[in-house]
């Protein structure tokens, strides 16, 4: 049978695959190629007319090693491997420097140390030193860290070459096919995840939810609770400069300002934590907190001008403790989470797809997700979060 296979249930007409993924971003993607290499027929559901149109469409498109939490480490380091060797990731080494104030210096030497101890070529500078390679403000910065292996990607370069693989493995990609109700029309023990969209009605025994910022709702689409929701995140865009200086993923990690070069630009931002919700379009009032809190360590940003029209904006997929939740829903079998990236996915999603193809299977991940899993918030807060949030 072929993936998307006409059958019968209950009067109406189903597509059976072995495993439905909702949502065609980079996670979605990375989820449906390994499914596929896996050797499963897998029906990827969009509800957009094209893939990547969101989060993924929209991020800063940076990686990097600097984490505090091993798992972020781990994730995105083996996902580096994988986009180095992809010419669609179009991955560039520019760099992630992070100006570290005394208040903070000790977490961020711990991380620095995990970082190292897992075989990260990270560098502890001096402000001095840190400052030659950005011009910054450094009386008020105890240290700094720089990864050179870090750096900028093309997230949908990516996403578009993961599904183009997963077609060739026989992966069915259906567009404007938004989830609009999610039921199990099997039993408790052995489901089967039956999806109703406007394209026609979709099941399978696994359902992976890849869908962003819309995570919860598609859990909720099924009576389950995933606890993901959007955070709108703005980026503000220079215009054009003389200078061909290339910058690093800069941030100053007392009020995680951030920029980079991007071409002859200069794009930059800082997240508004009350911006929770799915408002849409560029908050242009909150230019008015994030571009001051930016020249009080760059000055030099008094000389740029800002281009409205190149700016742009996205949510971020977040979750209570900014970490990912990955792997099976207890109590809905078959069905897995991959979502929650919190502002992390573009850079975790190579490893979450073989990550996710794993656990589907059965099988034991090559990276320890066990910390990822939903259940951590079952017993209230999770006490360990990722600290190096941006
Ligand atoms: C401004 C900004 C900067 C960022 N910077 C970085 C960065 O530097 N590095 C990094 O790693 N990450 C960054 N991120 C985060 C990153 O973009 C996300 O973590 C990542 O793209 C998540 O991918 P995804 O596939 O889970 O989500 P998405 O790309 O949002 O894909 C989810 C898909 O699900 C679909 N969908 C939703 N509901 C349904 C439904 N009911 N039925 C079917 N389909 C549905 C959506 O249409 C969407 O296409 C940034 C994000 C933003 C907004």
Redesign the pocket.
């Given at each position: 049978m072929s993936a998307n296979a006409p059958g019968q249930a209950a009067g109406i007409d189903v597509a059976r695959s072995d495993a439905i993924v909702?949502?065609?971003?980079?996670?979605?993607a990375a989820c449906a190629r390994r499914l596929a290499e896996a050797g499963l027929r897998v029906t990827v559901?969009?509800?957009?007319a094209a893939?990547?149109?969101?989060?993924?469409g929209?991020?800063?498109?940076?990686?990097r090693v600097q984490f505090s939490e091993a798992v972020n480490v781990l994730l995105s380091a083996a996902s580096l491997d994988e986009y180095r060797a992809m010419p669609e990731a179009a991955y560039r080494p520019v760099g992630y420097l992070f100006f570290v104030p005394p208040a903070l210096w000790p977490a961020h030497l711990e991380g620095y140390e995990l970082q190292r101890s897992l075989g990260m070529p990270v560098e502890r500078l001096t402000p001095e030193q840190a400052a030659r390679i950005v011009p910054a403000r450094i009386d008020d910065i105890a240290g700094a860290t720089w990864c050179p292996a870090d750096g900028v990607l093309d997230?949908h370069g990516i996403a578009m070459a993961f599904l183009a693989e997963a077609r060739r493995l026989g992966a069915a990609v259906r567009l404007n096919?938004?989830?609009q109700a999610i039921a199990n029309a099997g039993s408790p023990a052995a489901a089967r995840w039956q999806v109703r969209t406007p394209a026609g009605t979709f099941e399978a025994p696994v359902l992976v939810n890849?869908?962003?910022?819309?995570s919860g709702?598609?859990g909720r689409l099924a009576g389950l609770e995933v606890p993901v929701g959007p955070a709108r995140?703005i980026?503000f865009a220079t215009g054009p400069r003389v200078e061909p200086r290339v910058f690093p993923l800069t941030v100053d990690a007392g009020t995680g300002f951030w920029f980079r070069s991007e071409g002859q630009r200069l794009i930059f931002g800082l997240s508004n934590p009350e911006d929770t919700g799915f408002e849409e379009g560029i908050d242009w009032p909150w230019l008015e907190t994030a571009y001051p809190v930016g020249l009080e360590r760059f000055p030099w940003f008094e000389t740029l001008d800002l281009d409205r029209k190149a700016s742009w904006w996205?949510?971020?997929?977040v979750t209570p403790d900014h970490q990912p939740v990955v792997g099976p829903m207890p109590g809905a079998p078959g069905w897995f989470n991959a979502?929650g990236?919190s502002?992390?996915?573009?850079?975790?999603?190579a490893a979450i797809g073989r990550v996710v193809a794993a656990q589907v299977r059965g099988q034991q991940p090559f990276v320890d997700v066990s910390s990822l899993s939903i259940e951590r918030f079952a017993a209230g807060a999770p006490a360990k979060r990722e600290s190096l949030i941006v």
């Open positions: 909702v949502g065609a971003g980079i996670v979605g559901l969009e509800r957009e893939p990547a149109t969101h989060s993924t929209r991020s800063a498109a940076g990686i997230p096919a938004p989830a890849c869908a962003g910022a819309w709702e598609v995140r980026v996205g949510y971020y997929e979502c990236f502002g992390h996915g573009v850079q975790q999603a």
